[in-house]
Nanobody, 116 residues
Framework: QVQVVESGGGLVQPGGSLRLSCTAS????????MGWYRQPPGKQRELVAT???????EYEGSVKGRFTISRDNDRNTIDLQMNSLNVEDTAIYYC??????????WGQGTQVTVSS
């Protein structure tokens, strides 16, 4: 059984930083690309950043230079370091882990609120 669990959300002031973590688990499971997505209030879910098993990364345009995604393949974890946060970054952040030859699994989400 595959589980994907996020942690690290919270309330931060504009200009502040937060670090999100995600752990994917499953006996004998090989994970492919993992990533972070977000759903702002009243909007659809959107890509934030992804990282392949070989370390290749992709970022949504508005977070480039502010967010950094990293990965530990031994522990099947990814982190998202978010700097220079602004109110437009307020959203529920979801972790997605792709199981090779099976499909994607999603976490339950963690709330990030940027407000003064």
């Amino acid at each position: 059984q595959v589980q994907v669990v996020e942690s690290g959300g919270g309330l931060v002031q504009p200009g502040g930083s937060l670090r999100l973590s995600c752990t994917a688990s499953g006996s004998g499971i090989d994970f492919g690309t993992m990533g972070w997505y977000r759903q702002p209030p009243g909007k659809q879910r959107e890509l934030v950043a992804t990282i392949a098993a070989n370390g290749y990364t992709e970022y949504e345009g508005s977070v480039k230079g502010r967010f950094t995604i990293s990965r530990d393949n031994d522990r099947n974890t990814i982190d998202l370091q978010m700097n220079s946060l602004n109110v437009e970054d307020t959203a529920i952040y979801y972790c997605k882990a792709v199981v090779l030859f099976v499909g994607p699994y999603w976490g339950q989400g963690t709330q990030v609120t940027v407000s003064s």
